[in-house]
């Protein structure tokens, strides 16, 4: 899993993070959890994670980072025999038709997983997490595949969610 990130979605240069940080590299995980292998891993070891709290009855996150990555541990899940139900968390509201933030199968009293590719300072993974409450279910766990160690876990943790990550930055970047 470590050589399909750094092999694949660890960028060199200037870039602008979503905090609006600059940096000197880049994640680009959607290049590995858009590869077969390598969202296949990654589904693996978040529901190893999620199988730990039997209450987690869904799993979403923010649109884009979140999309595959919730589409393969949904299918591992009913492959293990305890499926879980899918949802992602738009940016703003669908200006249109049902006018939805959330997609999928959220129910008021779920408890539930966010999951993320990167984390840098979680503002996105924070808006989810609002999102989830706001209909009425609790966000238990936020799994994420590389924590970028900018405070995303402290905030996150603050906000009354367990952090998990596969990677830290740090190993990946050595």
Same mark, same amino acid.
């Given at each position: 899993?470590? +050589?399909?990130?750094? !092999?694949?979605?660890?960028? @060199? =240069?200037?870039?602008?993070?979503?905090?609006? @940080? *600059?940096?000197?590299?880049? $994640?680009?995980?959607?290049?590995?959890?858009?590869?077969?292998?390598?969202?296949?891993?990654?589904? @693996?070891?978040?529901?190893? !994670? $999620?199988?730990?709290?039997?209450?987690?009855?869904?799993? /979403? =996150?923010?649109?884009? =980072?979140?999309?595959?990555?919730?589409?393969?541990?949904?299918?591992?899940?009913? +492959?293990? /025999?305890?499926?879980?139900?899918?949802?992602?968390?738009?940016? +703003?509201? &669908?200006?249109?038709?049902?006018? #939805?933030?959330? *997609?999928?199968?959220?129910?008021? =009293?779920?408890?539930?997983?966010?999951? *993320?590719?990167?984390?840098?300072?979680? /503002?996105? $993974?924070? %808006?989810?997490?609002?999102?989830? %409450?706001?209909? /009425?279910?609790?966000?238990? #766990?936020?799994?994420?595949?590389?924590? @970028?160690?900018?405070?995303?876990? !402290?905030?996150?943790?603050?906000?009354?969610?367990?952090?998990?990550?596969?990677? &830290?930055?740090? !190993?990946?970047?050595?």
């Amino acid at each position: 899993m470590k +050589e399909i990130l750094k !092999e694949r979605s660890i960028l @060199r =240069g200037r870039f602008k993070l979503a905090s609006g @940080r *600059e940096s000197d590299y880049y $994640i680009d995980a959607r290049l590995t959890t858009l590869d077969a292998e390598g969202v296949n891993l990654i589904a @693996r070891l978040f529901l190893a !994670e $999620i199988e730990r709290d039997p209450e987690i009855a869904a799993v /979403g =996150g923010p649109t884009m =980072g979140a999309d595959p990555i919730v589409g393969a541990l949904i299918s591992l899940s009913h +492959e293990a /025999g305890s499926p879980l139900n899918g949802f992602l968390v738009r940016k +703003e509201e &669908k200006g249109h038709g049902t006018w #939805k933030l959330i *997609e999928g199968h959220l129910k008021e =009293g779920d408890r539930v997983t966010i999951v *993320e590719d990167v984390a840098t300072t979680g /503002g996105s $993974i924070i %808006r989810a997490l609002n999102a989830v %409450r706001d209909r /009425g279910a609790v966000a238990k #766990k936020v799994c994420v595949v590389v924590d @970028r160690e900018a405070g995303a876990g !402290e905030r996150i943790e603050s906000e009354g969610a367990e952090f998990y990550s596969i990677f &830290k930055v740090a !190993e990946l970047l050595g």
